[in-house]
């Protein structure tokens, strides 16, 4: 059986955080679908077609990626598509905290689905899309922030 992961998450913008994270799963899984959530109670920054095209180009060259939008539950998507794994993130204390309590329901609506915690290296401790949002819309360089592939794109 082929080991299918889903990244879910609003990635606006994708950062080098979310990169890193994608790119040291790769060994652990056959697959690994990022899923980009539409919440319609939430107003994103950068329009959801561009997000989705930018992390397409970030592993244009890499076929077990994929990228792709849901919306609803990220357990029911998981059983749409078939994936066995959750990956997350974790940058802080925190993080871990609401990670916890959302694998811990994840698991009591789908006990077939583990979630994977994957700890964000040290240099990207401390970058959150939101973040990067308020820098470059105060005109700031983000470049540092976001893949290359990602340059002059945004």
């Keep these: 059986m082929k080991k299918i992961a889903l990244f879910p998450g609003s990635f606006d913008p994708f950062t080098v955080g979310h990169e890193s994270i994608v790119k040291r799963a790769l060994p652990l899984f056959d697959t690994i679908i990022i899923g980009?959530?539409?919440?319609?109670?939430?107003?994103?920054?950068?329009?959801?077609?561009?997000r989705v095209e930018w992390v397409k180009s970030v592993f244009a060259e890499d076929p077990s990626v994929q990228v792709t939008t849901y919306s609803g539950l990220t357990i029911e998507f998981c059983?749409?598509?078939?994936?066995?794994?959750?990956?997350?993130?974790?940058?802080?204390?925190?993080?871990?905290?609401?990670?916890?309590?959302?694998?811990?329901?994840?698991?009591?609506?789908?006990?077939?689905?583990?979630?994977?915690?994957?700890?964000?290296?040290?240099?990207?401790?401390?970058?959150?899309?939101?973040?990067?949002?308020?820098?470059?819309?105060?005109?700031g360089d983000i470049r540092s922030f976001i893949p290359v592939a990602m340059h002059g794109k945004l």
């Design 36 to 50: 980009i959530g539409v919440n319609e109670a939430k107003h994103d920054f950068f329009p959801l077609l561009s």
């Design 79 to 139: 059983k749409k598509i078939g994936a066995q794994y959750l990956i997350r993130g974790l940058r802080t204390s925190a993080d871990f905290e609401f990670e916890r309590a959302v694998g811990q329901v994840n698991k009591v609506l789908d006990n077939r689905v583990e979630t994977i915690f994957l700890l964000t290296r040290p240099e990207h401790s401390f970058i959150s899309s939101s973040i990067v949002r308020d820098v470059y819309k105060n005109g």
